[in-house]
């Protein structure tokens, strides 16, 4: 049942596109352009999907897939309400951060086995991770950039580990 479309011509997508500009007064400007997007059983591919590399790519899917196992295991009456409405919808959404953290955790782990284990310890990574969380791309899901860089220290020592312990 996995669909996958492209989000420029699509009417939902623009609509979407133009709620989320207007909801953060045109920070969120980039969602058909160059976010990935999943709803349901279906990904919703950004403009920029075919200038990407192979490995960004990869690294994408891998993060959506975590998307498309909540929506399997919540539906997406379940994902809907732990996405959109606990605690505020904008600016401390705790559904939105524990889902979005979780597909983010799996981003960390696609650069690892991509790039190696050190990749995932990249600061600009880090630095992405969190704008993401803090900034207008989620509707400023979480404003606690310290707290995300311990979470994010945290799975970096475990990718490490788990690299570390991997037969050669």
Not at 12 to 39: E, F, N, P
Not at 146 to 166: G, K, N, W, Y
């Amino acid at each position: 049942g996995l669909r996958i479309i492209e989000k420029q011509g699509h009417a939902w997508s623009q609509r979407i596109d133009k709620v989320l500009r207007a909801l953060t007064l045109g920070g969120q400007s980039a969602y058909v352009s160059t976010y990935t997007t999943v709803l349901g059983r279906t990904i919703y591919l950004p403009v920029s999907w075919a200038t990407r590399s192979d490995e960004s790519r990869y690294i994408t899917l891998r993060h959506e897939a975590v998307h498309l196992r909540q929506f399997r295991r919540y539906g997406v009456l379940g994902m809907t309400l732990i996405y959109g409405l606990p605690i505020l919808p904008v600016g401390l959404s705790v559904g939105r951060a524990w889902i979005e953290w979780t597909a983010y955790r799996e981003t960390l782990s696609a650069y690892a086995d991509t790039h190696g284990p050190r990749a995932a310890a990249d600061p600009a990574l880090h630095a992405y991770i969190k704008l993401q969380f803090t900034g207008p791309a989620y509707l400023f899901m979480w404003p606690f950039p310290r707290m995300l860089q311990r979470l994010i220290d945290r799975e970096v020592q475990a990718i490490e580990a788990r690299h570390a312990a991997a037969p050669p």
